[in-house]
């Protein structure tokens, strides 16, 4: 056994199985990275391993090699935004010769517990995952077997000790809404995401940044929390639109709920972009055979999962376990705005 970790106390196994509460044989199944101890059990001793200063020499288990592949972890799938990022992350493998696993499960805060006991049964090259967060147990049982690991983060702000991937949701907020105040609109809407995700609320913030910046008075009414789904944007487009004091202009915070707001004109008999301009946010494919195409903030999802997983090819870069990329967003003016009462901009432009 005493090959197998370096002692960095005076506590043997046997006190450590004590302190556990387990046998000692099952301090050496975890040690070898055995399949068949249960994940509480499992986590307990590690923990007290950690504690006690047990390392295991080699970072991998005997007869466990590591599999080519990376393991992409959402806790959906059935959003337009993660097939982009599926996209990026396999262009990155497939350029590193590398195959691509996906995982789903959990919260779009954290994997699903049990996770963690599968993807050290599967022993990847390195791990994406698509969460706002990690808790310490998954962290600290990822290093310990030597896996790396990056956040992608449409949705969040990370741990300062996990590497990750996001964007400039503030400024996508800011240039959306100073493009429809530009326009000459007064009362803007905002249909942002979850209230305890970072990014709807720096989407938010953005906003009402660009509405201060205009002089105009922020409304508590035309703002409003989703959860980024079309369904969302046309109930709170239902809402916003019905009565005399309705908005002129809309930013949804993703494109899905930019088309639900679409279809809630389309029902209210209003017409877009001359009775009602919408913005959205993401850029997706679809945006551009909305009717109208949809203008809508960039934001750079394929790009963001490429510099993911690239980072996990360069897992011995200085200082790369608190690295935080953020890429830049921009605003892609297409049919669906125009000034209140007036015809749509042309298409094409961009404002960054």
Not at 22 to 30: C, H, R
Not at 183 to 188: K, M, Q
């Amino acid at each position: 056994m005493h090959d197998e970790v370096e002692v960095g106390a005076r506590v043997t196994l046997a006190e450590v199985a004590k302190e556990a509460g387990v046998s000692p044989p099952t301090v050496s199944k975890v040690l070898n990275g055995r399949s068949d101890v249960s994940s509480t059990t499992r986590a307990r001793v590690e923990r007290l391993l950690e504690v006690h200063g047990y390392r295991r020499r080699n970072a991998s288990p005997p007869r466990s090699p590591r599999s080519p592949l990376v393991e992409l972890v959402f806790h959906e799938l059935d959003s337009v935004w993660a097939m982009e990022l599926v996209r990026g992350v396999e262009d990155v493998a497939k350029a590193n010769r590398t195959e691509v696993v996906l995982t789903r499960g959990g919260t779009r805060h954290a994997p699903a517990p049990d996770w963690i006991e599968g993807v050290l049964r599967r022993r990847p090259l390195g791990v994406v995952l698509v969460f706002s967060s990690l808790p310490a147990e998954v962290k600290q049982r990822l290093r310990s077997w030597n896996i790396p690991f990056v956040i992608v983060d449409p949705a969040g702000d990370p741990d300062p000790d996990v590497p990750s991937v996001g964007s400039a949701n503030w400024a996508g907020g800011l240039a959306a809404t100073r493009h429809l105040t530009d326009h000459g609109h007064e009362r803007v809407a905002i249909i942002t995401g979850f209230e305890d995700m970072l990014c709807s609320l720096a989407r938010l913030d953005g906003y009402r940044s660009a509405m201060t910046m205009a002089g105009l008075p922020i409304d508590p009414a035309l703002v409003r929390y989703g959860d980024y789904s079309v369904e969302s944007g046309f109930e709170h487009g239902m809402d916003l639109l019905a009565g005399p004091g309705r908005p002129t202009a809309v930013f949804a915070g993703s494109d899905l709920q930019a088309l639900g707001v679409l279809e809630a004109a389309r029902v209210r008999g209003l017409r877009v972009p001359q009775d009602l301009s919408v913005v959205g946010y993401d850029d997706v494919p679809l945006a551009q055979w909305s009717s109208p195409p949809l203008t809508t903030v960039h934001q750079p999802l394929r790009h963001m999962a490429e510099e993911a997983t690239r980072m996990l090819f360069r897992p011995d870069e200085p200082g790369r376990a608190g690295r935080r990329i953020e890429l830049a967003t921009h605003l892609v003016v297409r049919q669906s705005t125009a000034p209140p009462g007036g015809s749509a901009a042309a298409p094409g432009g961009a404002d960054t």
